[in-house]
């Protein structure tokens, strides 16, 4: 028996746990958010990286119900998501709902009390309702490179930035050439000494559109909020009609390539340069990463880029392949995260007393049923869960299209006496066929190349294949028939009443 007990416990305080606490407190329902870092922001807290913005437009990048007329550009950068979301938590009282410093161990289903027990760094809790809102990019992905431990310089993984941290001056390496290198490569070059850029596949850099928000444009917004939706609307609907079909059939995403290949031609006036620049897969294979100074910093004479592969570290540097010593002050780890193999799946144990992890492992991998809850694993909601990702437009949307279905399973539950809902494995599986079916000839599966989207097995367990319009629509409604439901146990004076 345990001293605290809550209705619902939310994993996380970044966009989802804040965005479900606020529906949450509208609906009246009671719960509590566990969040291992010391403040509000998930992946906008931990990405601090110079350079640090968000590739999506961001009048689209907010909640929908906070919108933010004062952004002050059209792309933003991180502290001002950041400051967006710490406001929003602060305006919606969900700041004094999370725990602080206080990472989830383990969390285990008890069927017999219908709870979730919940072990933490502070004490054990249990709850009716586990909201996990982890983040599927919450966990660096840290390679070994063979004599790592020796370097006698700073090693540091993008997401666990020291924001304190001066490159001035420097000798610095950056591995990896994914979407945060793209972002870190242009300042750590305007300060660095000497830049090394580690590359083991070409990344498709298109044409940036950011600009500055003037101040009569955020006027406007502020007092028309129509013009503000507008323009998310129009960043909504374009990114949509454009991208996906172009993302699900790769013969129309020619436009891309040529997009890219002029962008590369204007930036980089090298031929052998570009050479080694040129992607040979398809763009959009991996996340489409726009940048106007990225390639112009890559061609810079104080910029070397190293395509012979990285053999060893020593205490003054890398050593690569071909035998050449690269000396460094610091290697900046640009290498992602563990995203199909992540730890949080070990956590979790369901009904049958296997983790989430043992689960899937013993099937086809990472899968949910619509993206939110997982056959064996009562009362459990996941945002951002499996194929929940997309590439061209906002995560914000597609973790505010799970909150209504989230919440309308609460509702139900709460009224007709429901202790447990569980979704049935036949619906689980057939959706994951039809999932898999649409992705089989999508650019993520077919584009050549080697993602964060696709498992060890290659099966591609993050992607929505799909407009993101029909993800909300799906999740519109909580759909209770496809659930195994276990009532709750009349009271004892009921039972008493009835005999
Ligand atoms: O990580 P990545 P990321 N030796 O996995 C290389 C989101 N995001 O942090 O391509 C050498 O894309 C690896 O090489 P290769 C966004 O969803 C969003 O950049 O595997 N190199 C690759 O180049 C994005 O997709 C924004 O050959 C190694 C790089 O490291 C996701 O985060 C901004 C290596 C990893 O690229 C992840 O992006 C930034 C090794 N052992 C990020 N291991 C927005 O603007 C890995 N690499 C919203």
Redesign the pocket.
Known sequence: MTAEHHNVVIIGAGFGGIGTSIKLAEDGVEHVILEKADDVGG?WLA?QYPG?????PSHL?SFSFALNPDWSDS?SLQPEIWRYLRRVAEEHRVVERVRFGCKVDAARWDDDAKQWRIETSQGTLTTNVLIAAHGF?SEP?V???EGIESFAGQVMH??QWDPSYDVTGKRVGI?????????IVPEVHKQATALSV????A?WILPHRGRTIHAWERRLYRNVPATQRFVRGFHYWSSEFIAVPALMDPQRGKLLKKMARKHLEDQVPDPELRKRLTPAFTPGC??L?PSNEYLPAIASPTTELVTS??AKVVPDGIVTNDGVLHELDVII?????RVTDNSFPELITGKDGRTMRAVWDSADGMGAYNGTTFAGFPNLFMLAGPNT?I?HTS?VYMIEAQLPYVRDALRLMSERNIAAVEVRPDVQAAYNEHLQRRLGPTVWNTGG????YLDKQGRNTTIWPDYTFKFARRLKRFDLESYYQQLQAPEPAAQLAAI
């Open positions: 992946t990405n640090c913005r968000c590739d999506v990048y792309y990019l992905s390679p070994h490179f993008s997401a591995i990896g050439t994914g979407a945060s290198a793209v972002q580690f590359q083991r596949t990344a991996k996340r990463t592969g990285i780890l640009a290498t992602g995260f990702g590439g995560l190349c080697k993602s964060w």
